[in-house]
């Protein structure tokens, strides 16, 4: 069984994610995820926008990026083969939080909850990014 933690704020997606994923663990705010992180993970799913708000900056404390730059700070050999999925619908902190990660040398893609991400090809990190960039062009204004 995949050891995943999902960071949302929102209960229709937490009941969403956990219909699909029952061993799942549902954090919701940056300390409980934070705190869980000591421990290894198969998958860690992290919004950006807590606390039911939309489109924060992501410099504040109380954000998905806040995660990000904690987990940043230092080596974390116990999260390497960790995969990452950030699943905010806040495409200016998805770009930020995949590089961030991306950089430091984690598994990480970009896929906005609801939505279905098209079939990978061989992919670089490099092409992680642009095709990040045209899913955010893509899928400005959509709402699920």
């Known amino acids: 069984m995949p050891r995943i933690l999902f960071l949302d704020d929102s209960h229709d997606r937490a009941a969403a994610f956990l219909s699909a994923h029952p061993n799942a663990v549902w954090v919701q705010t940056v300390e409980q995820c934070i705190g869980l992180l000591q421990q290894p993970w198969d998958e860690v799913h992290l919004d950006h926008d807590l606390g039911g708000e939309v489109l924060v900056d992501h410099e504040r404390d109380d954000c998905g990026m806040a995660v990000v730059r904690w987990l940043c700070e230092e080596s974390r050999p116990d999260l390497r083969d960790t ?4 699943h905010t619908h806040n495409p200016n ?8 990660l991306q950089v430091m040398g984690f598994q ?6 609801g ?15 642009g095709r990040l960039l045209r899913w955010l062009g893509q899928h400005r204004g959509t709402v699920v």
């Open 108 to 113: 990480v893609q970009a896929s906005p909850f």
């Open 115 to 129: 939505v279905v991400p098209p079939p990978r090809r061989g992919a670089s990190p490099g092409s992680l990014v």
């Open 93 to 100: 902190a998805a770009c930020m939080m995949v590089l961030h």
């Open 83 to 86: 995969r990452f999925i950030i």
